[in-house]
Antibody, heavy 124, light 110 residues
Framework: EVQLVESGGGLVQPGGSVRLHCEASGSKFDSYRMIWVRQAPGKGLEWLSY????????YYADFLKGRFTISRDNAKNSVYLQMNSLTVEDTATYFC?????????????????WGRGTLVSVSS | SYVVTQPPSVSVAPGQTAKITCGGN??????VHWFQKKPGQAPVLVVYDGSDRPSGIPERFSGSNSGNMATLTINRVEAGDEADFYCQLWHSNGDLPYVIFGGGTRLTVL
């Protein structure tokens, strides 16, 4: 069964950094565009970043103001999210997701495979 | 920026029909997708491209999108449908594109 597994979350102090890792099982990882999304406690889903299949196309949510960096290593079936200058407002469960492909292999612009998430708690 | 509006909550009795809306300027021109999110679980895509269902999603879930409103319809609502539902789309202000999630609608099954 193809799945995504996030890791790297935990307790971090304000101002600190953390690197999240999302590993995909299965093949053809390099065919899929990926995103990171978070959900703060009691809040809704919030898109953070997108990365193209080879890592050459990257988008970020404006509010991140350069604090987060997305990357991928297709040889390791992995995508990463480097998070710096963390504040308590970054406390959330962070999800990675894989884009749904149409039958012709083109991208749909939405995400049909999600990990279970990893919790990042920012607190002193 | 592009504003997307969802009602905070919708309540429906079992067996009835629930309609969850996602409003936005000319949203009918965009591809709108819908997710179901239960506490402690990953989001699940239930409708994509406005009205298509991924494999494994019951036919009770359907979608439409026209004008300034996209709608997710759940027929014959079951207790297990209780969850938060989010619409999702892409927008660009002419610069870089970005992903938008609606604020979410809590579906309560009475």
């Amino acid at each position: 069964e193809v799945q995504l597994v996030e890791s790297g979350g935990g307790l971090v102090q304000p101002g600190g950094s953390v690197r999240l890792h999302c590993e995909a099982s299965g093949s053809k990882f390099d065919s899929y565009r990926m995103i990171w999304v978070r959900q703060a406690p009691g809040k809704g889903l919030e898109w953070l970043s997108y990365i193209g299949t080879s890592g050459d196309i990257i988008y970020y949510a404006d509010f991140l103001k350069g604090r987060f960096t997305i990357s991928r290593d297709n040889a390791k079936n992995s995508v990463y999210l480097q998070m710096n200058s963390l504040t308590v407002e970054d406390t959330a469960t962070y999800f990675c997701a894989r884009e749904k492909l149409y039958d012709d292999g083109s991208g749909s612009g939405t995400w049909d495979l999600w990990g279970r998430g990893t919790l990042v708690s920012v607190s002193s | 920026s592009y504003v997307v509006t969802q009602p905070p909550s919708v309540s429906v009795a079992p067996g009835q029909t629930a309609k969850i809306t996602c409003g936005g300027n000319n949203i009918g021109r965009k591809s709108v997708h819908w997710f179901q999110k239960k506490p402690g679980q990953a989001p699940v895509l239930v409708v994509y491209d406005g009205s298509d269902r991924p494999s494994g999603i019951p036919e009770r879930f359907s979608g439409s999108n026209s004008g300034n409103m996209a709608t997710l319809t759940i027929n014959r609502v079951e207790a297990g449908d209780e969850a938060d539902f989010y619409c999702q789309l892409w927008h660009s202000n002419g610069d870089l594109p970005y992903v938008i999630f609606g604020g979410g609608t809590r579906l309560t099954v009475l």
